[in-house]
């Protein structure tokens, strides 16, 4: 007994000096990495990373200008007049949404084989699926926890009401805009039920005797009946499901395809290099869009007790979804390190803070992940314009979040039943929800409908949901990008596989082009005489 009681002490000992000794050669060898750093490694690693420190930069310096110049109350037309290198950038990024998002889906279909595309999807949906209905969850048990709609609902401050939507015109929506009757329209719009009034004439008979009224045997009434319309902004849903199609018939295709899938291939590699050109100028974009905004936000003194609680909820359920669960999830599945993935990413999530728009951050997030993150060109072609129209992980927890604020803001007591509904409605609305600024303020009508809450009380939340609109779309680039890494991992055999057989093909037929390209020149010389004709 004794002698294992001294050998304790001594085996603890030992463990200690083998950590210190093991410290201290590290902070030497620390010491001696950062005395032997040249100047030009230095000036190497700034030029290297020099988008995304102009990018963290811009950002800081707009939010210290725009808090500087809000003392001095600048009118709308000034604020929109500053605002106005911002709005560029938008107007950029966002002419570079439409070709992007088809010859990337194109290519990235149209390069795989028909089994890989279908297991590398069902790992794509797999994830989507997965990652939103956590956010959803996270969004529920926060709001519970934290119950930010305990008190009055006087000291909400009144806003404009939200145009009324069925929940099943919209679904009926989604599905149409899945099929679009026109591809050049589906570039512009996106199909939307509107709603008009019509009177009605209603016989009214009483003891099967016809009622009269002022000598009339009818009454009018008013009901409001759903016509066909559109509004702006580019139909990403249906152009995705018709780039994957088209993607897939190409593929099949084999030889007789290789001149489309050529043609979209350059088009996909003439948008990068213009995304490299406008990337230098994004930073200017992104300092006065962030400004602007600053600058046009309300007295955040004046903001009540319960929306500051929301506010503050929300950030907390963003905050865990993104720095705990998305980078867990990477680790578990790619056995990677998260934080060197999401370095590389920095600029597209700035960019996305800046823009509030997952689909205008599209080219920045195609080049952090193919340069940066060297993730393989035909993964991020297929999972991120899909990501960026149906994965809205940031967008699911924040209508679940606030469906349920509401409830408690107008003491309703909502059960199991209810609370489910809303987690299955938000996760299915957020697929709706297209990637454009505020879109989830729409589709949260269909959230609230669901369980009965008043719509009009969306208003309650409009005053602080254009800065809580951009972290969630920084969430949802963050869940799409982790996708492309966890989906690249997973489907690194076939990729390899794949590779393989392209790899023996093109030795098989080293001379063999599936198609030729005529040229007049060589029918004018197959069309010559010989040498004998002519002397003939």
């Known amino acids: 007994m004794t002698q294992s009681n001294g050998e304790n ?3 603890g000992r030992g463990g200690l000096h083998q950590i210190r000794a093991g410290i201290q050669s590290r902070s030497l060898l620390a010491k001696k990495r950062v005395e032997n750093i040249k100047k030009d490694e230095v000036k190497g690693f700034f030029m290297r990373n020099a988008f995304v420190i102009l990018t963290i930069a811009a950002v800081i310096i ?4 725009g808090f500087s110049l809000r003392p001095y109350k600048l009118s709308y037309r000034e604020v929109k007049y500053f605002s106005f290198p911002g709005e560029l950038l938008m107007r950029m990024l966002q002419l570079l949404v439409l070709p992007l998002l088809v010859s990337s889906l194109i290519t990235g279909i149209a390069s795989l084989d028909r089994r890989a595309s279908g297991r590398m999807g069902m790992r794509a949906v797999i994830y989507y699926t997965t990652t939103t209905v956590i956010a959803v969850f996270i969004g529920i048990v926060m709001v519970l926890i934290i119950h930010p709609g305990k008190g009055s609902k006087d000291e909400f401050t009144k806003q404009p009401q939200i145009e009324q939507v069925s929940p099943a015109d919209a679904f009926l929506d989604l599905i149409r805009n899945m099929f679009p009757p026109n591809l050049v329209e589906a570039c512009t719009k ?15 008979t009483v003891n099967d005797t ?5 000598g009339s045997q009818q009454i009018a009434q008013e009901e409001m009946i759903p016509v066909p319309g559109s509004v702006n902004g580019i139909n990403a849903l249906g152009l995705v499901v018709f780039s994957l199609c088209f993607g897939l018939i190409i593929g099949n295709m084999k030889e007789k395809g290789q001149p489309l899938k050529d043609f979209f291939d350059c088009l996909n590699e003439a948008i990068m290099r213009l995304v490299a050109v406008i990337m230098w100028y994004a930073p200017v974009g992104i300092l006065f869009l962030i400004a602007g905004k600053i600058m046009e936000m309300d007295d955040i003194s004046a903001m009540g007790g319960q929306l500051a609680m929301y506010t503050v909820t929300v950030i907390c359920g963003l905050l865990i979804h993104a720095i705990v669960v998305l980078p867990t999830l990477y680790f578990i599945i790619t056995r990677k390190n998260p934080l060197v993935f999401i370095a590389g990413l920095l600029q597209a999530l700035v960019t996305a803070l800046g823009t509030s728009s997952s689909s205008a951050t599209l080219p920045i997030t195609f080049k952090c992940l193919e340069e940066n993150n060297k993730v393989d060109k035909r993964v991020t072609r297929f999972v991120l314009p899909v990501g960026a129209t149906i994965n809205m992980d940031g967008t699911a927890l ?3 979040l606030a469906a349920i604020f509401i409830a408690q803001v107008n003491d309703y007591d909502l059960n199991f039943g209810q609370i489910l509904t809303i987690s299955i409605t938000a996760t299915a609305a957020s697929i709706g929800a297209a990637g454009i600024p505020q879109a989830g303020l729409v589709t949260m009508i269909i959230v609230l409908t669901s369980v009965g809450l008043p719509t009009d009380d969306i208003s309650l939340i409009i005053a602080v949901d254009w800065f809580l609109d951009r972290l969630r779309t920084t969430t949802n680039v963050l869940g799409d990008s982790i996708g492309a890494g966890i989906v690249e991992h997973l489907s690194r055999h076939e990729l390899r596989r794949n590779d393989l057989e392209l790899g023996n093909k093109m030795v098989e037929q080293p001379e063999k082009k599936p198609y030729h390209l005529i040229s007049q020149e060589n029918e004018y010389e197959n069309e010559r005489p010989t040498p004998d004709e002519t002397k003939m």
Do not use: C, D, S, W
Request: net charge positive; charged share 15%.
């Open 210 to 214: 016809t009622f009269l009224q002022n």
């Open 190 to 204: 996106q199909f939307k039920t509107h709603y008009v009034k019509r009177v009605i004439h209603v016989t009214v």
């Open 9 to 11: 002490p001594q085996r």
């Open 62 to 65: 707009g939010i210290i200008l």
């Open 398 to 400: 924040y209508e679940a």
